[in-house]
Nanobody, 118 residues
Framework: QVQLVESGGGLVQAGGSLRLSCAAS????????MGWYRRAPGKQRELVAT???????NYADSVKGRFTISRDNAKKTVYLQMNSLKPEDTAVYYC????????????WGQGTQVTVSS
């Protein structure tokens, strides 16, 4: 069973920064892809960024150049560094396991709230 726990959300002014963390219990963490997704008020959940076990990354156009996804395999943790935050970044941010999901499973964290004020 996979358990994902997000943390690091909070309230920040536009232009500020936050770093989100996702601690994963999965035993094969080193070789799986992880992703960050978000759901803004009144909107559907969308992809923010992904990272493979080898460190290859992908970003949504809306956050490219501002957000950075990274991982620490020793700590089994994925991070999302968010800089130059905008009010439209306000959302609940979710951690997701992206490799096992391709094999018929789907694991999500509980989410962490990010609020950006103008």
């Amino acid at each position: 069973q996979v358990q994902l726990v997000e943390s690091g959300g909070g309230l920040v002014q536009a232009g500020g920064s936050l770093r989100l963390s996702c601690a994963a219990s999965v035993s094969i963490f080193n070789v799986i892809a992880m992703g960050w997704y978000r759901r803004a008020p009144g909107k559907q959940r969308e992809l923010v960024a992904t990272i493979t076990g080898g460190g290859n990354t992908n970003y949504a156009d809306s956050v490219k150049g501002r957000f950075t996804i990274s991982r620490d395999n020793a700590k089994k943790t994925v991070y999302l560094q968010m800089n130059s935050l905008k009010p439209e970044d306000t959302a609940v941010y979710y951690c997701h396991e992206d490799t096992i999901a391709l094999l018929g499973r789907d694991y999500w964290g509980q989410g962490t709230q990010v609020t950006v004020s103008s």
